[in-house]
């Protein structure tokens, strides 16, 4: 398989900067989700050649190891309500897959526009609830919590398999703002379902050959190193600590949304 590299930098260059971008991606992806905002613009400038779907199944090759990485840290030192991971994670991989299928069919310029005042939403809600996440209160009852689940799965699968970057705060939000667990633990069912949807949604990316695994699996290394130190980072610094990030990473979709919203505008 041959390999286009931006002009402007030779192969080398090129790995050692996709490296880095996928390093820094899985130190904030563990956090609070996000880590798709640093490796899939990264990867788009350094193989300018590559398809779309070819960038997102390399990327999403790339990352879902080192999500498992924060998982798993994350078990290691909070209480994970396996319930609503099973849900969340069951409605999260049906979706993703189909979102996977839909992003080869739909423009996500149809979305874009929606996404960006959903992320305004949130980045104002959040912002202004300065209590939301610090402490665990359940906004529905304890039964319907594993349902809730399944619905925040889905949608955050969906969108999971169609556009990708941000759901891992998405996921976050969800859990913490609709069914109301801390950010520490939602930021660990988040990883846990974010493995389940990355999984279904690779099926279709494998299965159409959509993944360079020469340009994926150095990246995937470099991530869970990444994700490694971003999850003992929000262990140790606790919620209020995760609660800062998220909102510097939901304002980071806003500028991304934002960007790509008005140039859509622009072209047109």
């Not at 980071?252 to 140039?263: I, T």
Request: proline share 3%; glycine share 12%; with cysteine.
């Amino acid at each position: 398989m041959n390999i286009y590299f931006c002009p402007t930098t030779n192969a080398t260059k090129a790995m050692i900067y996709a490296c880095l971008a996928a390093l820094l991606a899985g130190f904030v992806d563990a956090i609070v989700g996000g880590g798709g905002l640093i490796q899939a613009p990264a990867m788009f400038i350094l193989f300018p050649s590559f398809s779309v779907p070819r960038i997102i199944g390399t990327n999403r090759f790339a990352s879902f190891m080192g999500t498992a990485v924060a998982a798993w840290q994350y078990s290691r030192k909070v209480t994970i309500p396996w319930r609503t991971v099973l849900y969340g994670g069951i409605g999260a991989g049906a979706m993703s897959f189909l979102g996977a299928r839909f992003s080869s069919l739909v423009s996500s310029e149809v979305l874009k526009p929606l996404i960006l005042v959903l992320m305004v939403v949130i980045a104002v809600y959040t912002y202004f609830k300065k209590d939301l996440g610090h402490q665990e209160q359940f906004r529905v009852s304890v039964q319907l919590i594993p349902v809730y689940g399944l619905l925040v799965g889905m949608s955050c699968g969906f969108y999971n398999g169609f556009v990708g970057p941000g759901t891992g705060s998405l996921l976050v939000f969800g859990f913490v703002s609709l069914i109301g667990y801390n950010f520490l633990t939602g930021s660990a069912i988040s990883k846990f379902i974010n493995v389940v949807a990355d999984v279904f949604s690779l099926i279709f990316f494998l299965w159409h050959g959509y993944v360079s695994f020469e340009i994926a699996l150095p990246m995937m290394v470099c991530n869970m190193i990444g994700s490694y130190l971003g999850s003992r980072t929000a262990i140790l610094r606790g919620n209020g600590f995760v609660r800062i990030f998220f909102l510097g990473v939901i304002g980071a979709l806003l500028l991304r949304f934002g960007w790509d919203v008005f140039w859509e505008l622009n072209k047109n």
